[in-house]
Structures are given as C-alpha cells and as structure tokens.
C-alpha cells in the first residue's frame, strides 16, 4: 500500500508541475501578443478625422421635349393601329397617355 501511495503522490505532483508550467507559459505567450498587437496598433494609420463625403446620386437626363409634331403623328399612328384592330381601346388609351405625358 506505501508504493501505491507513493507512485500517485508522485503522479499528482508531476501533473501539479506540469499544469502550473503550462500555465505560466500561455501568460507569458499572451502577453508578448498583446505587446505585439499594441506596437502594430502604434504604427497603424491613424484614424481619419473627417468623414467621408456621401456618394454622388447619378440622374438620368430627362427625355428629349418631343415637338408637337412628333406627339401627333405618334397620336395618328396609334389611331391607324387601333382602326386596323391591332391594339384595343385599353392599349390605345394607355399609350396616348404615354405619349402626352
């Protein structure tokens, strides 16, 4: 029984030993990292003190003034369609409202 006691004795202050190494060596390894983070941090770009201007919005120009003219014969075309029975009075109506805007 003494041996048996003496191996785990032995065994606990082997494992004692070695988790208190392992320990102070994750602490020391933390702790270069951390220096090493604040240096990188040191040498990095400040940051800016102005903010960024907000994109440019893009318009797209207006459609060209269509002439009176160019209107009528529009009108006329779709009159000759919707006589011929190619477009019914919804489509007709829906396309003259385009076309006077």
């Known amino acids: ?19 208190s190494v392992s320990n102070r060596v994750s602490r020391r390894q933390a702790g270069r990292w951390a220096a090493k983070e ?6 990095a770009a ?24 160019d ?7 779709l009159g000759e369609l919707k006589s011929q029975g190619l477009l019914t009075e919804a ?3 829906t396309q003259k409202r385009r076309i006077l805007g």
């Open 1 to 19: 029984m003494p041996g048996l006691l003496r191996g785990i004795a032995r065994t606990a202050v082997i494992a004692g030993t070695a988790t």
């Open 38 to 43: 604040q240096q990188q941090q040191a040498y």
């Open 91 to 93: 489509e007709f109506e």
């Open 46 to 69: 400040p940051p800016q003190a102005y903010a960024a201007p907000p994109p440019q919005q893009v318009y797209a120009a207006p459609p060209p003034d269509d002439t009176m003219d």
């Open 71 to 77: 209107k009528l014969a529009q009108l006329k075309q």
